[in-house]
């Protein structure tokens, strides 16, 4: 066998010398809520990463659904799986455009941190079993988590994370003035933004625009190769799919007949690469137009400069639709979803009605909040469950088994 060539870096993606001048600097960072003397061997940004590896909620999502019920089958992605995915895309995307690595990957790392049990089926069950205590949002529970929820050191709640993982976790998916505006704010982003404010009206910085689309261009992916394995669709009804039937039309035509797994990795890796170019060239072109100084002109910029071409993103949007009518509103799937909800919902109503059931510290929190807070804190005792904890509390409460 003849020696193999040396990997050769594309220019585009060679690691550029110094930071761009619109990234997040750890020298400038507004710092922590709580102060605390710095690492001298790590930024505060990779601080906070290695914080959110290491915090309960991350390990958790191991055995949180993504769309499968996480006993299903090991091939199936988790939320923890998908978020390592995420992060790698976004690693990706950050080094090329020189903004902080570290910081795309914390918030790619903590974004699903605030999922319920049974992905969005569980959100909507408790979102709508706590209605009275406000309901249920993930992205503000994560926050919830990282600020109170944690208890890993003697002096503060939470992780006590820098300004700009908490901004980029809150504002990932864009401002929220208007929200505020409307009221709409979940309380336990009002209560932080308080105490150390946000800057809800803004955009955040642009390794959270980045964060937010790897999770869009990971999950898409994914979903496509789980539903595949999982026998919800076939190859050839991903050949009729918008977008990604192209990509699976040239690995028919160029290598014929696949077994499934290459068939996959084939598709995936092409499609993968079509969105991360596509993104890459949109995102320089809006940057090369708006030429921002500093991260604070990103935050001010009335648009997203992160961002997929206008084509691209309705190609994309379109191949979204095709997943929730192929993959998420499966029957197979629908109806574990269904007894999700009927998991969370009764376990909801028989925390609230009767709290000696919980464990003993938790039963002490609902005891310390009193009639109303107890609703919150049998909402947050849920909210951090696994699937599969979330059956065995419904076996040991309701002493019946529940078939997902």
Request: proline share 6%; net charge negative; hydrophobic share 45%.
């Given at each position: ?42 930024t ?18 191991k ?48 974004h ?10 569980g ?24 600020t ?11 992780l006590n994370?820098?300004w700009?993982t ?11 003035e208007?929200?505020?505006?409307a009221?709409?704010i ?10 150390w ?40 009804d ?39 170019d ?12 708006a ?33 929730q ?50 609703a ?11 699937d ?17």
């Amino acid at each position: 066998m003849d020696t193999p060539p040396g990997c050769l870096l594309p220019p585009l993606f060679a690691p550029p010398r110094r930071p761009a001048a619109y990234a997040s600097r750890p020298e400038t960072s507004r710092g922590r809520f709580y102060a605390e003397p710095e690492s001298p061997t790590r930024t505060c940004y990779q601080r906070d990463r290695d914080r959110i590896i290491h915090s309960a909620a991350f390990r958790r999502l191991k055995h949180k659904t993504q769309v499968f019920v996480q006993h299903e089958g090991d091939y199936y992605r988790t939320r923890l799986t998908h978020s390592l995915e995420v992060a790698q895309i976004a690693r990706s995307v950050a080094r090329v455009l020189a903004v902080d690595e570290d910081l795309a990957e914390a918030l790619s790392l903590a974004h699903d941190l605030g999922h319920t049990p049974f992905g969005h089926a569980g959100e909507e069950a408790l979102s709508a079993a706590a209605a009275a205590a406000g309901g249920f949002d993930h992205n503000a529970h994560a926050l919830r988590l990282l600020t109170r929820l944690e208890h890993r050191y003697a002096a503060f709640d939470g992780l006590n994370l820098t300004w700009e993982t908490l901004e980029g976790l809150v504002k990932h998916n864009g401002p929220l003035e208007g929200n505020r505006q409307a009221g709409k704010i979940p309380p336990p982003i009002a209560e932080v933004d308080r105490a150390w404010p946000l800057d809800l009206g803004s955009w955040p910085g642009i390794e959270a625009q980045v964060a937010a689309i790897a999770d869009d261009i990971a999950y898409v992916n994914h979903d496509i190769d789980d539903a595949l394995r999982a026998g919800l669709f076939s190859v050839d009804d991903l050949v009729a799919a918008p977008l990604a039937g192209r990509m699976a039309q040239d690995v028919m035509d160029r290598f014929g007949a696949l077994e499934l797994g290459r068939f996959i990795g084939e598709v995936v890796h092409r499609l993968i690469g079509a969105l991360l170019d596509d993104l890459l060239s949109e995102t320089k072109a809006r940057l090369a137009r708006a030429e921002p100084g500093s991260a604070a002109d990103i935050r001010a910029m009335d648009r997203p400069v992160v961002s997929l071409s206008a084509g691209t993103a309705s190609n994309l949007l379109q191949l979204k639709e095709f997943l929730q009518q192929r993959m998420y509103r499966h029957p197979r799937v629908m109806a574990a979803m269904s007894r999700a909800r009927e998991v969370v919902g009764e376990l909801y109503a028989a925390l609230v009605n009767d709290p000696s059931l919980l464990p003993a510290d938790w039963r002490d929190a609902c005891e310390a909040a009193g009639a109303y807070g107890a609703a919150e804190v049998v909402r947050d005792y849920i909210a951090g469950m696994t699937d599969r904890f979330a059956l065995i509390e419904y076996r040991r409460i309701f002493k019946a088994e529940i078939d997902l």
